[in-house]
């Protein structure tokens, strides 16, 4: 099975690729080669089984590479993150819709002459809600529930969706959505990453530096750790289509399940872990940051993931504590070489 | 006021391209110059008030042109049918997704460079709205529906619908996302849309012409007249925005109002009109016809666009008498010659 990652140096695709690095199997098939492409260099990785390539530079430039021999499956990470898409809508466009379209057409065309149909993971984002004067968002969030997206960053996952719904469809490809909840506590350095500030006021203060906290401590926001969010993204990946239980059903996107808790109940879990070092955060509420992160929703039914055997974190102190216990195993730099710490099993 | 109708020759655009050239003005503003541009060759245009260009061709070569001058409403009716967009992917994407990207980008330049915000009047479809095992519609359809496309066509609206909605929440565009429902009966000859059995089961018969009848008699439709989804468009395009009566509330797409009937409803209509020419329809199912047109919607919650002003048809009965009033006074082929009838007041 040869499958493709980009985005592979992000911190979702970083420990993606580690994990499949270290199980060697997708969907209980051996994976003989692993394709990560990036525009920011990777390291090295290891050329045990399976066999790695590692691409730098443009999705776009290496689609000839990257379809060269057919492929199975193919995480699409790779993604403009939402406060730069909200000040550079064009950059939004080119990176989040015209290369995933330009990743579509090349998968279609392989299906199109005669090879595999390419298994599409695409990771969309809880960022395709939003709530209007006209239309507020219900206290808690399906899959039935109607996307309005308040930002472009939304706007474009949304695009993204449907041209790999309609995809799916028609038989062309088999797309399957996992649509992302804020992610925390991510490793690595900032981002801009509109939910950045979810992980730096815990990740900056527990390595002793300051935190700057863009939003009112009463914001409520839906999240997942990194552990349960690739645990996600593999399990959907992997399920089975069908309408039996544990089946994926149609090609609709699947929200991941997600643990609602207040920057505030984020802070005192801090102050419960680490003491002082939560006065290194500082309350400094910025209306662009505001504007994107109050419109997405903060509550969901979880009921759609929890069919497919997928559940929320208990609580933020678990986040926290698998967090640090990610850090100090693999370094806070954790790359793709096979050192990850298994979390709980996949299915 | 400079207005451009792109698709004028299709039997929305000719109606309402003389409809804008009876009045004379949109918005209560005088319209100066109309620019009406299609793939198919439009007959000449009076020089009388509002001056008319008329351009022959694909829509992306003529940008340049559009847009010499400020565009103060674009009414952006050209599209592939649903037929065709099913039978060729390829076809629709760069019909109706690539073309109206690249009307949107134009438009937004003219913004972005000091010129005035373009109102983008766009017709998206019923089409977007569609039934799965796994989401079944609920009985009435709102603004609040869910869209699950069922067809490339219904998708590509959508996507459309997305982008347009993000550049007015930008304020860089002045979107108005106008959703049709089946438009019968449609004057003209037969296109590929796989609605069209509405119209040519009625209009055929009615000049003594056979006609096919492609799906289940007791297929319910969403329909609107012509008329009255001309009259839906302009009050779209000329609503004020805001929160009061009458006003139009956000970017969310509007629902033009149905009436819903059944092809065997229709047929009897027919023949109370026209007595044995009912008999000239042979009903034949085509599975590729029926697999689009019963994944749409067939009833309506008109709640929204009535606050708009906006009402359904009455019956079928008046559809079709509607219909052939306008037939007789102007010919079956009525151009955009300003011959077009008066129908009820617009606001």
């Known amino acids: 099975m040869r499958v493709v990652v980009t985005g592979a140096a ?48 443009d999705l776009t430039d290496h689609l000839d590479i990257l379809f060269a ?35 579509v057409d090349a998968a279609r065309t392989q299906s199109a002459t005669g090879g595999p149909v390419p298994r599409l993971v695409f990771t969309s984002s809880l960022a395709v ?36 719904s309609d995809c799916t469809r028609r038989g062309i490809l088999d797309g399957r959505i996992v649509r992302l909840m804020t ?42 750790s990194l552990r349960r969010t690739v645990q996600g993204i593999l399990r959907i990946a ?9 089946r994926l059903n149609g090609p609709t996107p699947v929200n991941l399940p997600a643990l609602t808790v207040s920057v505030a109940d984020m802070l005192d879990t801090l102050r419960q872990v680490a003491g002082n070092a939560a006065d290194l955060v500082t309350i400094a509420p910025d ?3 505001e504007a994107i992160v109050t419109s997405w929703p903060c509550a969901f039914d979880n009921r759609r993931a929890a069919a497919l055997g997928l559940r929320p974190d208990p609580d933020f102190l678990s986040v ?3 967090f640090l216990a990610d850090r100090n195993s693999v370094g806070q730099d954790e790359g793709p070489r096979g050192h990850d710490v298994p979390g709980p099993p996949l299915r």
Chains 1, 2 share one sequence.
């Open 10 to 57: 992000g911190f979702l695709g970083r420990r993606l690729t580690a994990r499949l690095l270290q199980t060697g199997t997708l969907d209980g098939r051996p994976i003989t080669r692993l394709v990560a492409v990036d525009r920011v260099a990777l390291p090295a990785m290891p050329t045990v089984r399976p066999h790695v390539d590692v691409l730098h530079g």
């Open 69 to 103: 021999q057919p492929v199975d499956v193919l995480f699409h990470l790779a993604a403009a993150v939402s406060a730069e898409c909200e000040s550079d809508f064009d950059l939004g466009m080119r990176v989040n819709v015209d290369a995933t379209r330009a990743l």
């Open 129 to 164: 809600y939003g709530s209007t004067p006209a239309l507020p968002l219900p206290p808690l969030i399906s899959e039935s529930t109607l996307p309005q997206p308040q930002s472009s960053y939304g706007a474009q996952k949304l695009i993204c969706e449907q041209l790999i």
């Open 183 to 224: 992610v925390a506590v991510r490793p690595g350095t900032p981002n801009a990453a509109a939910s950045g500030f979810a992980s730096s006021i815990i990740r900056e203060p527990l390595t002793g530096l300051p935190a700057t906290c863009p939003v009112r401590p009463d914001l409520r926001l839906a999240l997942s």
């Open 238 to 246: 992997e399920a089975e289509r069908g309408t039996g239980p544990g």
């Open 287 to 289: 209306p662009a940051v």
């Open 320 to 322: 926290v504590r698998d």
